[in-house]
């Protein structure tokens, strides 16, 4: 299998598409959050969602859950590897937060996304996203 090099463009693209993930789930904007992905996108981990159409009322509820709270989440070592011209597999750390307004937030959880990437009308989006926890027994 012929190895692609992620280009710079490509690189810098998908960077910003897993910083508008963080910045949509936190803000719990659901269509921003589900634009991240392709229609047929999966999120995979605490809950199996699959389309566009479920992953916006999913992040609806999840934000109903935390109008006391506000999140943080913030990812690293953000590790990406072309497959092909229109797939990039990508795997970094996560670590989510949870505060009272006026404090400080403390970790809540910490884990690993795998991710597969594709490119879709000149954007990449989210096409199949894992997250496994750190200290969740499989």
Same mark, same amino acid.
């Given at each position: 299998m012929k190895k692609f090099s992620v280009s710079p463009e490509a690189y810098v693209e998908i960077l910003n598409l897993y910083s508008a993930y963080n910045l949509a789930s936190d803000s719990g904007d659901a269509e921003w959050y589900a634009s991240c992905f392709t229609e047929?996108?999966?999120? =995979?981990? +605490?809950?199996?969602? #699959?389309?566009?159409?479920n992953l916006v009322e999913y992040k609806k509820k999840d934000?109903?859950?935390?109008?006391?709270?506000?999140?943080r989440h913030w990812n690293g070592s953000i590790h990406l590897e072309q497959v092909d011209e229109e797939t990039v597999r990508g795997r970094c750390y996560l670590f989510?937060?949870?505060?009272?307004?006026?404090?400080?937030? =403390?970790? +809540?959880?910490?884990? #690993?996304y795998t991710d597969i990437i594709k490119r879709v009308d000149g954007e990449w989006?989210?096409?199949?996203?894992?997250l496994v926890f750190d200290g969740v027994k499989k």
């Amino acid at each position: 299998m012929k190895k692609f090099s992620v280009s710079p463009e490509a690189y810098v693209e998908i960077l910003n598409l897993y910083s508008a993930y963080n910045l949509a789930s936190d803000s719990g904007d659901a269509e921003w959050y589900a634009s991240c992905f392709t229609e047929d996108g999966e999120q =995979h981990g +605490t809950y199996d969602i #699959v389309g566009r159409a479920n992953l916006v009322e999913y992040k609806k509820k999840d934000y109903a859950t935390r109008t006391h709270l506000y999140r943080r989440h913030w990812n690293g070592s953000i590790h990406l590897e072309q497959v092909d011209e229109e797939t990039v597999r990508g795997r970094c750390y996560l670590f989510g937060y949870n505060g009272e307004p006026g404090s400080l937030p =403390h970790v +809540t959880h910490a884990g #690993v996304y795998t991710d597969i990437i594709k490119r879709v009308d000149g954007e990449w989006k989210f096409a199949h996203r894992k997250l496994v926890f750190d200290g969740v027994k499989k």
